[in-house]
């Protein structure tokens, strides 16, 4: 399997990478030829590129955003969606349809990333202290429904779905029904 994304599955990632990379590059005052001198990327790859029509490695994308002095986000992220931590976009595909990654949501970060597995029997809740400002969250939910308490206003995650959220206000995990929940937990510091 490759690592490759290929131009002609729109409904990836590639789908916001051409223009955010012109709009990044030139707001940089980078030329195509200085970013390719820059990323180590070929300026003929940069320029067919931002012509929509190149496959590329997400490492390479890596090296392109570095070199503009961005985050591999900000040339995947739907621009034309409000600013948002969430980015649900398809970044690699496998041979077999079922083989996906999907990049959920992006947090910034700059101390510390923590990894929790958690599992709430029925009517279990936890109540959290609010972190400093500039702390986040990422939970993912992998079994059961989940109630997520931001700032007193209660919403619900089944599984399979997952909320980003700043966790510099008051906060609780609750689960009212009947069956456990777990969750997995992404601490971002």
Do not use: C
Not at 30 to 49: D, N, Y
Not at 102 to 123: C, D, F, I, N, R
Not at 156 to 180: H, I, K, L, Q
Request: hydrophobic share 40%.
């Amino acid at each position: 399997m490759s690592n490759i994304l290929h131009s002609q599955e729109r409904g990836d990632v590639l789908a916001h990478v051409s223009g955010n990379l012109r709009r990044l590059r030139q707001a940089a005052g980078l030329s195509q030829a200085a970013l390719a001198e820059a990323s180590g990327i070929s300026r003929r790859m940069i320029v067919a590129l931002e012509g929509g029509d190149a496959n590329i490695s997400l490492s390479s994308l890596d090296k392109l955003a570095g070199a503009i002095g961005v985050g591999f986000v900000d040339l995947v992220r739907d621009s034309a969606q409000a600013p948002s931590a969430e980015i649900n976009e398809v970044t690699w595909r496998g041979t077999d349809p079922e083989s996906t990654a999907v990049l959920l949501g992006s947090a910034p970060a700059t101390k510390e990333t923590q990894m929790w597995l958690w599992s709430l029997g029925p009517g279990e809740r936890y109540e959290a202290e609010p972190d400093p400002a500039g702390w986040h969250e990422m939970v993912f939910v992998t079994e059961g429904t989940l109630q997520l308490e931001l700032s007193g206003t209660a919403k619900s995650y089944a599984a399979g779905t997952f909320a980003v959220y700043g966790t510099d206000r008051s906060y609780a995990y609750a689960n009212p029904g009947t069956e456990t929940v777990r969750f997995i937990r992404n601490v971002i510091s």
